[in-house]
């Protein structure tokens, strides 16, 4: 199984007051162990739900 990781990105649209959340592929990992090492590298973080998790960039 391919493992994608993607970055989160909200897209406003001007005086609608509408917002759409885009999800831009990142890299792409041939096992989990290899996503997991890539993220901990980086500096990312887990987060969202058990059941649905999503990977969202580290703030400084």
């Excluded at 391919?2 to 509408?18: C, D, M, P, W, Y």
């Excluded at 999800?23 to 996503?35: G, Q, Y």
């Amino acid at each position: 199984m391919i493992q994608i990781l993607a970055r989160e990105t909200n897209v406003e649209f001007a005086g609608t007051g509408k917002f759409r959340i885009e999800l831009l592929p990142v890299a792409l990992f041939k096992t989990h162990e290899s996503l997991l090492e890539y993220c901990h590298r980086k500096g990312y973080k887990k987060t969202g739900l058990d059941w649905m998790p999503s990977l969202r960039e580290k703030r400084i």
